[in-house]
């Protein structure tokens, strides 16, 4: 079935239509709020929704009964995807970052929903480290590194002596 875009004014009939699921006109004119349609404009969008695909008719008697034909979750779906594909590239990544940076779910609706233990954080940019500047912002530190090299180096130049009078 394929489904084609409602106008608002078609949408929030819809809206009532899903509650009633199967309806008279009458229904129809009773359930609406205020301020209520003329009769004749309903009947003209009842014809608009069963040329569209939203609803069929079936006659009893002189009045026709009308049923959903079409599911809003359906309905629901079929927007979804019209707004992924026109304004987040397909992607739903994008639209969950959409709604995550305008507030319109948070970090508490995510782990609610997944049930996960995870915490979205802002990345922490590494400082640089200048290993050449140290050297000459603070000599000592570096000639204490010199200084172990050099008894590191000793130490190995013993062990090799000692090596040597083995064998």
Do not use: C
């Not at 129809?28 to 309903?42: A, D």
């Not at 079936?58 to 979804?80: A, D, H, M, N, W």
């Amino acid at each position: 079935m394929k489904i084609n875009h409602l106008t608002a004014a078609e949408e929030n009939f819809m809206k009532l239509f899903w509650k009633l699921e199967s309806f008279y006109l009458k229904d129809i004119m009773e359930q609406h709020p205020e301020p209520k349609p003329h009769q004749n404009t309903v009947s003209t969008y009842l014809k608009i929704l069963v040329e569209k695909g939203y609803i069929t008719t079936q006659k009893e008697g002189r009045i026709f009964k009308y049923t959903v034909v079409v599911p809003s979750e359906e309905y629901r779906k079929f927007l979804l995807k019209e707004l992924s594909h026109n304004f987040f590239n397909d992607s739903g990544k994008e639209i969950l970052e959409f709604l995550f940076n305008e507030k319109l779910i948070s970090q508490d609706d995510l782990k609610n929903y997944f049930d996960l233990k995870i915490e979205i954080v802002p990345a922490k940019i590494e400082e640089p480290k200048f290993e050449y500047a140290e050297e000459i912002l603070n000599p000592k530190k570096v000639k204490k590194v010199k200084a172990k090299d050099k008894d590191s180096k000793d130490n190995k130049d013993k062990d090799k002596k000692k090596k040597k009078k083995k064998d």
